[in-house]
């Protein structure tokens, strides 16, 4: 569905030659956010993805995004909770200047190998607005209750006066400008 009083931007696809006579992606609801991507493997050739392995599947499809979107590749859910396949890159990018083919990585977190024969719907594909931002170098940003705190730090109810985490903050900034290294947090 479009934007209230906006016209469906318009996405040129070129069909190539291993993906003849398969459907072109199509949201399979009113209201789905993605298009659903197929695999265009030969159909005499399937791809067997043992537990553990990823593979580059290729969609038969290139792309003409309008200029300021984007197209992001990612996971079905219904094959991530039954077999453990997922996109190992997720979200993939596909940028509007971008004119090969799309292609899907797809990793066997399961426990048992998953075949992927041609036309099954492996991925879905988001198209969305994304914005160019100019980057100013500073001394300091403005503080925020959360501070520096990293992975899983929303959760927390523990809380640092504004004051000390905005100074926490800037020293911290201030220590890795002067060394130029930057920390290897792990969860």
Known sequence: MALPGRRRPRVNVVRLAHAEGL?????????????????????????????GARVLIPTGLVLELPKGFEAQVRPRSGLAVRHGVTVLNSPGTIDADYRGEVQVILVNLGTAPFTIARGERIAQLVVAPVVQVALAEAK?????????????????????PRKTAAKKATRALQKRSRTKEIPNKRP
């Open 140 to 160: 300091s940003v403005r503080a925020t209750a959360r501070g520096a705190g990293g992975f899983g730090s929303t959760g927390t109810r523990e809380r640092v």
């Open 23 to 51: 459907a072109l992606p199509a949201y399979q609801s009113s209201d789905a956010a993605g298009l659903d991507l197929v695999a265009a493997v030969p159909a005499d050739a399937p791809v067997a993805l043992a537990p």
